[in-house]
C-alpha cells in the first residue's frame, strides 16, 4: 500500500509535457482560455487538451513618406480552438500579404493555419467573432469566457432541437415497458452525452455547472 502511495506521488510530480505554440506576425493573441498571461509574447505553452485563443489578424503596410502615415488593415476577433496533442512544435500563421487590397480582401473571412512538428498534428477550429457597439478598450479575456459560455448554450439548445423526436420515441418505448418517465428522460440524456464529441462534452458540462 505505501509503494503504492509513493509511485502514486512520483507520477503526479511528473512534469506534464507541453506544446510550444510560435505566433507570428502580424497575427495578435488577445486572450486565451485556460488564461495565462501574454504580456505581448509571441511563444505560449500549451498544456494537452483543448485551448481556446481569440486572435487577430493585425496587417501594417509602412508608410512610403514622412508625409504619409502607415496603413492599418485588422480583422475581426477568430476563436481559434487548439487541441494539443502532447509535447511538439507548433506555429500559428497567415499569409504574408503586401498590399492594401489584398489585406482588406482577407481580413473579409481570415483563415490561419496551425502547423505542427508531429505526426499526429494537434486540430485547429475557428470561427469570428464579430464585435458589436463601442470597442475602445474592450475586456477581450471577458468577451472570450462570454463566447464560450453562448456557444455551450446554443450547443445544447441545437442538441435539444434535434433530438426532440428520437427523445420522444425513446420515452415512448421506454414507457411501454413500464420505466418511470423521468428515468426514460434521464437516460436519454446519457446517450445524447456519449454521442456528443469531446469538445461538446466539455461545453455542456461548463454550462450544466453554472447551472447550479
Avoid at 27 to 47: R, Y
Avoid at 163 to 169: C, D, E, L, P, V
Amino acid at each position: 500500500m505505501r509503494g503504492g502511495l509513493i509511485l502514486l506521488c512520483l507520477v503526479l510530480s511528473l512534469p506534464v509535457a507541453a506544446a510550444e505554440l510560435v505566433v507570428k506576425e502580424p497575427l495578435q493573441v488577445l486572450a486565451i482560455m485556460p488564461q495565462q498571461s501574454l504580456t505581448g509574447s509571441k511563444t505560449l505553452e500549451l498544456s494537452p487538451g483543448e485551448h481556446q485563443l481569440l486572435v487577430r489578424y493585425e496587417g501594417v503596410l509602412p508608410a512610403r513618406s514622412n508625409s504619409e502615415s502607415d496603413i492599418e488593415v485588422n480583422s475581426e476577433p477568430q476563436l481559434l480552438r487548439i487541441r494539443v496533442k502532447g509535447d511538439e512544435s507548433l506555429t500559428l500563421s497567415a499569409p504574408q500579404l503586401n498590399s492594401e487590397a489584398a489585406m482588406t480582401q482577407y481580413v473579409k473571412t481570415p483563415t490561419m493555419t496551425l502547423m505542427g512538428s508531429a505526426s499526429a498534428a494537434s486540430s485547429l477550429s475557428q470561427q469570428p467573432v464579430p464585435l458589436k457597439g463601442f470597442v475602445l478598450g474592450i475586456n477581450y479575456q471577458d468577451l472570450l469566457a462570454t463566447t464560450l459560455r453562448d456557444d455551450a448554450a446554443t450547443s445544447v439548445v441545437a442538441a435539444t432541437a434535434l433530438s426532440a423526436s428520437a427523445t420522444t420515441q425513446a420515452t415512448a418505448t421506454l414507457a411501454s415497458t413500464g420505466i418511470p418517465a423521468a428515468q426514460s428522460r434521464e437516460q436519454a440524456l446519457q446517450q445524447l452525452f456519449l454521442q456528443a464529441t469531446p469538445e461538446e462534452r466539455k461545453r455542456f458540462v461548463s454550462w450544466a455547472v453554472q447551472q447550479f
